[in-house]
C-alpha cells in the first residue's frame, strides 16, 4: 500500500526530538508499505503570506516539509500550505491508498482531506491530555471530527483509549503502541561495581517530576551508595541544578544535556536501574527503551506505563516522592531477580518495529475492510434514490 503520514509533531530544525515516537511508527510501517510523511512544521522567518514546500529522503522515509507563514486567515493559510505539500507528492508519483494521521488536531483535516479523495483514514493518538483530562471545548470538538470520522482511531494504550472514551467518544478503536528500535536498545555487560548507576532520560520539564525524583534521592542517600546521570534538556534545567546544589547532591546528580540515541542506548546498557517521575505518560518512550536494553525501570504507574512493565520493574504510587524513594531501593537492593534478557525479550516480542508493523498490517486491514462496507452502503442508497 502507499500511506500517507500526516504528523501534528515530528522532527524538525527547531526540535530534533519532537515526534520521535512518530517517526518510529513511520519507519516499522515503511518496512512493509510506501510510506510518504507530510509535515506542516511550526512556522518559521518566512516573509508574510509565503509557503515554502522541501521534500527529499530522511531517515528512509521521503519527507515533504512545508513551512508556512501565517497569512491574514491562519486556518485557511494553513490548508493551503497542506495543499502545496500535496500537490508535491502528487508530483513525485505518489498516489495514496489510506491516510495516517498522528493526533486528532490534523486528524481532522485528514478526515475531511481523505473523504473528498475517498480514501480510508486511520487516527494515531499520542496525546496525553485526555488522560489529564483538560481538553477544551474546542480540543474535543477536533477529537470528535478526528475520532467519529476516521476508519479507525489507534490510540497508543490501552489507558489512553479509556481516557477518550471517557470523554463520551465512541470510535473504532484498535491500540497499536509505539515501536521501540531494539536493534539499537538492546542488553549489554551488567555493570558490576558498588556504586549503583541510576539513569534518568528525558526533557526538564514539570510534567516530568524531576523535583520530586531528587527529593526521592535525598532519602535513597542516607542508606544506599548510587549516581544518578540525567540525559535530557529542557527549559527547567538551570532551576534543577540549582536545586540539586541547594541539596548537596552534587557529588551524585550529573547532568549530562541531550545526547544522541547511541549514546543513550550505551547509558541504559551500562546503568543498574532507570527511574522514571513522571505525572502522566500515555505510552513512555523511555520506558520501551529502558526495558528493552533489559535494564530494570522503577515508575510511577501512571498512563500506559503499567502495559510496558510486566516483571522488569517496580511500579509506585503515582506524585508520592515517599512511594519512589521505597520503590528505588526495593530495586537497588534486590537487583538479582530481574533476568536482563528475559525482559529484552518481552520487550522484542511485543514492541519491536517488526512486531508493531504486524499489528498496523491487521488494523490497515481492517481499516479498508472498513471503507469498502462504508462505500457499499453508499451505492446501495445511490441506487435506491
Not at 495514496?96 to 494521521?101: E, I, N
Not at 483538560?134 to 494504550?157: M, N, Q, Y
Request: proline share 5%.
Amino acid at each position: 500500500m502507499q500511506v500517507l503520514m500526516l504528523p501534528t509533531w515530528f522532527p524538525h530544525r527547531e526540535d530534533q526530538v519532537s515526534g520521535v515516537f512518530v517517526r518510529e511508527q513511520a519507519r516499522a510501517v515503511a518496512a512493509r508499505h510506501d510510506v510518504a510523511v507530510l509535515f506542516l512544521e511550526p512556522h518559521g522567518p518566512l516573509g508574510h503570506g509565503r509557503i515554502e514546500v522541501t521534500g527529499k529522503v530522511e531517515e528512509g522515509l521521503f519527507t515533504v516539509r512545508v513551512r508556512a507563514a501565517h497569512g491574514p486567515l491562519r486556518k485557511l493559510w494553513l490548508v493551503l500550505a497542506l495543499l502545496a505539500g500535496l500537490r508535491r507528492l502528487r508530483s513525485t508519483g505518489f498516489r495514496a491508498d489510506l491516510v495516517h494521521a498522528h493526533v486528532f488536531r490534523v486528524g481532522a483535516v485528514a478526515v475531511v482531506l481523505a473523504r473528498i479523495a475517498g480514501l480510508p483514514v486511520v487516527v494515531s493518538e499520542h496525546n496525553s491530555l485526555f488522560l489529564r483530562r483538560v481538553a477544551t471545548r474546542v480540543e474535543l470538538v477536533l477529537a470528535r471530527v478526528a475520532f467519529l470520522g476516521a476508519d479507525l482511531v489507534a490510540p497508543v494504550s490501552e489507558s489512553l483509549r479509556e481516557a477518550i472514551e471517557a470523554y463520551g467518544i465512541r470510535a473504532r478503536f484498535r491500540v497499536v503502541p509505539n515501536p521501540v528500535d531494539t536493534h539499537m536498545f538492546h542488553p549489554g555487560d551488567r555493570h558490576d561495581g558498588s556504586s549503583r548507576r541510576l539513569l534518568f532520560v528525558g526533557r526538564l520539564v514539570p510534567v516530568k517530576g524531576f523535583p520530586r525524583l531528587v527529593e526521592a534521592l535525598t532519602e535513597v542517600a542516607r542508606s544506599s551508595p548510587f549516581e544518578l546521570e540525567v540525559i535530557g534538556d529542557g527549559p527547567e534545567r538551570g532551576a534543577y541544578e540549582r536545586l540539586v546544589e541547594r541539596l548537596a547532591l552534587t557529588q551524585r546528580i550529573h547532568f549530562r544535556g541531550g545526547r544522541p540515541p547511541e549514546e543513550v542506548a550505551r547509558a541504559m546498557r551500562e546503568a543498574d536501574l532507570c527511574v522514571i517521575s513522571s505525572d502522566w505518560e500515555t505510552l513512555s518512550s523511555v520506558a520501551l527503551e529502558a526495558q528493552a536494553s533489559g535494564l530494570p525501570l522503577v515508575a510511577p504507574a501512571v498512563g500506559g506505563i503499567p502495559e510496558v512493565v510486566r516483571d522488569g520493574g517496580v511500579l509506585v504510587a503515582p506524585g508520592d516522592a515517599g512511594a519512589l524513594a521505597r520503590g528505588i531501593e526495593e530495586a537497588l537492593g534486590d537487583r538479582d531477580r530481574f533476568d536482563r534478557e528475559a525482559i529484552a525479550q518481552d520487550i522484542r516480542a511485543r514492541f519491536s518495529a517488526e512486531a508493531i508493523a504486524g499489528r498496523w498490517d491487521e488494523a490497515y486491514a481492517e481499516t479498508e475492510s472498513i471503507a469498502r462496507r462504508r462505500l457499499l452502503v453508499r451505492v446501495r442508497a445511490a441506487a435506491g434514490r
